[in-house]
């Protein structure tokens, strides 16, 4: 199963007499922790693929592929939850995820955002089917999308890269927002990325879950950042 952590920090830290003092340096100091230390957290059971920060957001994303919910949690309570710092963690399941190949030539140009789309339930399937049918083009491509099930928070999380916001925004209000059923739209941009296994490792839990009429793998090139629009 894939599952998304996303663990905050503190960035305050009320002092004596009521002061208030800023921490961002929380949210580097997470970053750093996460690289420095994932590869001894690695066992058979889960491992940490990729990290990411959603932008102006007081949260860092770990990207876990695990056999089950309780290795998951097993995992997030042992390596994330003791740290000083933690201020709350979330764990999204990600549902009949399905991973889209991206054509070569096109990633280093664009930019990562996530779309968290509600919809009313009897229009979910058809919702999620239509989402897992856009193509790549010059200017939007996809990455992921899978069931969240989170009403308000977002039923389907839908990852792409694309030329910039303003795309974004008119891609969301062409094709996103008037499916029958949608009831909101968030949109979040990924500020920063890292893939934290070997590209060999990362092409394997990709192709699982690539779909079937989706073009052919090709060789992934190693970028330092790649494949994955956010989380």
């Known amino acids: 199963m894939l599952t998304i952590a996303r663990v905050r920090v503190w960035l305050k830290e009320k002092g004596e007499g009521g002061t208030t003092t800023y921490r961002p340096g929380n949210l580097k100091k997470l970053w750093d922790y996460v690289i420095a230390n994932h590869d001894s957290w690695t066992n058979s059971d889960c491992q940490v693929v990729y990290l990411t920060h959603r932008d102006m957001r007081e949260d860092v994303s770990l990207f876990i592929s695990g056999k089950d919910v309780s290795d998951v949690s097993d995992f997030v309570l042992t390596h994330m939850a003791p740290i000083m710092y ?4 979330k764990v ?3 549902m009949n995820p399905r991973f889209f190949p991206i054509p070569k030539g096109t990633f280093e140009d664009l930019k990562r955002f996530t779309i968290a789309v509600s919809c009313e339930p009897r229009f979910l399937a058809k919702t999620y089917d239509t989402l897992s049918r856009h193509k790549a083009t010059q200017s939007v491509v996809p990455n992921y999308l899978a069931y969240t ?4 928070g977002g039923d389907i999380f839908v990852s792409y890269s694309c030329r910039g916001e303003s795309t974004l ?3 969301v209000e062409r094709y996103v927002r008037p499916l029958e059923g949608v ?6 941009r990924i500020s920063k990325t890292k893939r934290l296994v070997s590209v060999q ?3 394997y839990l990709f192709e699982q879950f690539v779909p079937d009429d989706a073009i052919e793998v090709e060789e992934i090139e190693d970028y330092e950042d790649d494949l994955i629009s956010g989380c």
Request: hydrophobic share 35%; charged share 30%; glycine share 8%.
């Open 92 to 94: 999204i399941g990600l």
């Open 149 to 152: 099930l989170r009403g308000e």
């Open 169 to 171: 925004r008119r891609f």
């Open 183 to 188: 009831t909101s739209v968030r949109t979040t």
């Open 201 to 203: 490792e990362w092409t």
């Open 86 to 89: 933690v201020r709350s963690i």
